[in-house]
């Protein structure tokens, strides 16, 4: 079992940090054909700055993932910034204590960071967006919660990844993608794609 602590939630954010440096320009191309083709390129500069935090300097996970949540929303230009941040924000403020790394504490956590990006953007799944990778994922750990954290998180990275081809055929109704109406159709979602990538993270790191 998995002990919550900044040293823990650092290797989770620099995993996925790496993740986004390697898919930088997969998120860009993405972004290209629905957006304004920066999203590899301020996800990949805030996480960056996220993972230059030290663990060392956090009493506990919760304080850890905030600073990262803050960091974000100063770092990262357009939507992202804001609705990361705001997950990272809501995520550790449903965390609890450091300690045993539990399916409730961490489902907790998850639903709370989902809830804040529902409040924040106004998006519901089908939308085209984080959401339609996000909530299926929440939904995914949530259900498998009693096999244990890994087998939670394998279960929500996968969910995931089907939510984010999801969202290959849909016509975007939120975000600068709705713009383009119908020609929005046949692209993947960037924000389902990196958020897709934040959950891998953290089934390869907090299990």
């Given at each position: 079992?998995?002990?919550?602590?900044?040293?823990?939630?650092?290797?989770?954010?620099?995993?996925?940090?790496a993740?986004?440096?390697?898919?930088?320009?997969?998120?860009?191309?993405?972004?290209?054909?629905?957006?304004?083709?920066?999203?590899?390129?301020?996800?990949?500069?805030?996480?960056?700055?996220?993972?230059?935090?030290?663990?060392?300097?956090?009493?506990?996970?919760?304080?850890?993932?905030?600073?990262?949540?803050?960091?974000?929303?100063?770092?990262?230009?357009?939507?992202?910034?804001?609705?990361?941040?705001?997950?990272m924000?809501?995520?550790?403020?449903?965390?609890?204590?450091?300690?045993?790394?539990?399916?409730?504490?961490?489902?907790?956590?998850?639903?709370?960071?989902?809830?804040?990006?529902?409040?924040?953007?106004?998006?519901?799944?089908g939308?085209?967006?984080?959401?339609?990778?996000?909530?299926?994922?929440?939904?995914?750990?949530?259900?498998?919660?009693?096999q244990?954290?890994?087998?939670?998180?394998?279960?929500?990275?996968?969910?995931?990844?089907?939510?984010?081809?999801?969202?290959?055929?849909?016509?975007?109704?939120?975000?600068?993608?709705?713009?383009?109406?119908?020609?929005?159709?046949?692209?993947?979602?960037?924000?389902?794609?990196?958020?897709?990538?934040?959950?891998?993270?953290?089934?390869?790191?907090?299990?």
């Amino acid at each position: 079992m998995s002990q919550l602590n900044a040293h823990l939630t650092a290797a989770w954010l620099s995993d996925f940090a790496a993740s986004v440096a390697v898919n930088a320009d997969l998120l860009t191309e993405l972004d290209r054909q629905i957006g304004d083709a920066d999203h590899g390129s301020n996800m990949n500069r805030g996480m960056q700055a996220v993972a230059a935090l030290s663990a060392d300097d956090f009493a506990d996970a919760a304080s850890h993932v905030k600073k990262a949540g803050m960091t974000l929303v100063n770092t990262v230009g357009g939507a992202s910034g804001p609705l990361y941040g705001t997950f990272m924000l809501r995520f550790a403020g449903a965390l609890g204590d450091d300690g045993e790394l539990t399916t409730e504490a961490l489902g907790a956590a998850l639903r709370a960071g989902l809830q804040g990006i529902l409040d924040r953007g106004k998006a519901s799944v089908g939308d085209k967006t984080m959401v339609d990778a996000l909530t299926p994922a929440v939904e995914a750990f949530e259900a498998a919660s009693g096999q244990g954290v890994q087998a939670a998180l394998t279960a929500a990275a996968q969910a995931a990844a089907s939510g984010r081809d999801s969202t290959i055929p849909l016509v975007a109704r939120k975000g600068r993608a709705s713009y383009l109406g119908e020609r929005s159709a046949g692209h993947q979602d960037p924000g389902a794609t990196s958020v897709t990538l934040l959950i891998e993270s953290a089934a390869r790191t907090l299990g």
